[in-house]
């Protein structure tokens, strides 16, 4: 990592990955939603045998939207600590994401490496304003990064394309 100040930094928009954790894990678990009924449904005919039917009816259904709540805070949680503390640090030849949380570099992409940068406007990103386009990087090992919920995507790519240009130029004043 370089001992300097990186030229630029960009944070993580955590509203929009709040927002997009919790229609992920909503769609996610809704998808697996028969396995969870199917458990509990297990549980309510073992129950119901018993003698007590309608205060075991009552605290069924209330373990059960007590469980898938928690269940869904828990990895909306889960995925947020797992985004939201990235910071993508921009120096003269290197892009380094850096977890404020772990005080680490994730990955480091020097500008070299890089093929192309381009923003991926999905169909979810049209339909919901909240999302912002995600900014995907190649490299010349025919690997991508995908960067997900940057404040300013536009801004990030116009950056790195000024870097880029930069470093291309400086390599062909060598040559």
């Known amino acids: 990592m370089p001992a300097n100040k990186p030229n ?25 939603i028969g396995s969870f009924v199917f458990m509990w449904s297990v549980l309510a005919i073992i129950l119901l045998t018993s003698s007590t039917r309608i205060l075991h009816s009552n605290s069924i259904l209330i373990l059960f939207l007590a469980s898938y709540l928690i269940i869904l805070l828990l990895s909306n949680y889960i995925i947020w600590l ?24 994730q990955w480091v992409i020097h500008s070299e490496e890089i093929t192309t940068i381009a923003k991926d406007s999905g169909f979810i990103v049209k339909i919901l304003p909240f999302l912002k386009p995600s900014v995907i990087i190649s490299q010349s090992s025919n690997e991508n990064i995908r960067i997900r919920f940057l404040k300013n995507p536009e801004e990030f790519v116009d950056t790195l394309n000024k870097i880029e240009r930069t470093h291309t130029e400086k390599f062909q004043k060598i040559k």
Request: charged content about 20%; aromatic content about 20%.
């Open 82 to 105: 797992g985004n939201s503390n990235m910071e993508y640090r921009v120096y003269d030849d290197i892009l380094i994401g850096y977890d404020n949380y772990l005080k680490e570099p």
């Open 8 to 32: 630029y930094t960009f944070d993580t928009d955590n509203r929009a990955l709040w927002s997009w954790a919790s229609l992920y894990v909503s769609i996610l678990y809704m998808l697996q």
